[in-house]
């Protein structure tokens, strides 16, 4: 049985967007009269990529299965992919191809207790465990602490759990914690696109992308760019609602819990002998005076 799921969509808007966004002068080629729409045309990225311009227009229209990785690749260079962009080209290829049993998709696991007790450990830096959905599924205290406008949400107390595309999207009171909101929002949006190329199959995903679209009109906008995104570090700016303005730089790394899990341990800290230390080192002195609260989130569903 063909279990392969339906993503001509996401082929079709990936690489239509990705075409849009090209120049001919910035792939050496001429410029010549007025052009319809912005970006290269299709005969001119199958030249790029040393194709037919019909094989071309039937790989953007989403017939993907079968494409052999040096084409692929001569398709990623023509439209001069970043390395994002060519893993998540590569995983809706991968999607797409035949399978007569269903593929194992990721299952979310428990964190295990080494996990806790070494974001625990971490007293001076915020540490938290996301997995591909946004779901905050692990954190020590000074985390909790400095997202407790996450935490504290009503899409945390609706769902259960926090989780960060919900509250950037479908909570208002997103727009003044974070202080650059647009440049958050197009992140999570790239982020919630890579996870959806990497696991095709995981319906929560589906659900969560649904949602959001069906109650977001600036998710809509920024889901339908089709931009991605793997890696995600920075400087990140937050308006604290206890010690005010912050500018903490973040670092995200895979996480591996299990044979078939990987999530993402992301740590934000400031910078040595700044007034965003001070303020950092307040926020977490003031979560070391609250109560004893268990970091973990519910069980994974």
């Keep these: 049985m063909d279990r392969r799921p339906d993503n001509r969509d996401q082929i079709r808007g990936f690489l239509a967007t990705r075409r849009a966004k090209l120049a001919p002068e910035q792939v050496g080629l001429p410029t010549s009269g007025r052009r319809r729409v912005p970006g290269l045309r299709r005969e001119e990225v199958a030249v790029l990529a040393g ?4 094989w071309y227009t039937r790989l ?3 017939h993907i299965s079968g494409v052999s990785e040096e084409v692929l690749e001569a398709v990623a260079q023509a439209l001069q992919l970043d390395q994002d962009e060519r893993t998540y080209l590569f995983d809706l290829a991968r999607a797409a191809r035949p399978t007569r049993r269903a593929p194992s998709r990721r299952k979310d696991v428990q964190v295990p207790p080494r996990v806790q007790w070494l974001l625990d450990s971490m007293t001076m830096s915020s540490a938290f465990v996301r997995n591909g959905r946004q ?3 692990a954190g020590n205290a000074l ?3 400095l997202h407790a406008p996450v935490f504290d949400s009503p899409t945390t107390a609706q769902h259960g759990r926090a989780n960060i595309a919900r509250y950037i999207f479908l909570d208002p009171g997103s727009k003044q914690f974070f202080v650059d909101w647009d440049e958050a929002a197009v992140a999570t949006a790239a982020l919630l696109r890579a996870e959806a190329g990497r696991e095709p199959h995981d319906r929560a995903l589906r659900e969560l992308v649904g949602e959001l679209s069906t109650l977001s009109t600036e998710f809509r906008g920024r889901w339908a760019a089709h931009d991605v995104r793997i890696r995600h570090d920075g400087t990140k700016r937050l308006w604290h609602p206890e010690v005010g303005g912050l500018e903490l730089t973040y670092q995200s790394l895979d996480l591996p819990v299990s044979n078939r899990t990987v999530y993402d341990l992301t740590i934000y800290t400031a910078e040595p ?9 307040l926020l977490a002195s003031l979560a070391a005076t609250q109560p004893e609260e268990t970091h973990s989130t519910d069980q994974p569903r």
Excluded: N, P
Aim: hydrophobic fraction near 35%; glycine fraction near 10%; charge should be negative.
């Design 273 to 281: 002998g700044t007034a965003f230390e001070d303020r950092l080192t």
């Design 60 to 62: 953007e229209k989403g």
């Design 51 to 54: 194709v037919s311009t019909e």
């Design 143 to 145: 985390a909790r602490a």
């Design 135 to 137: 779901d905050i599924v």
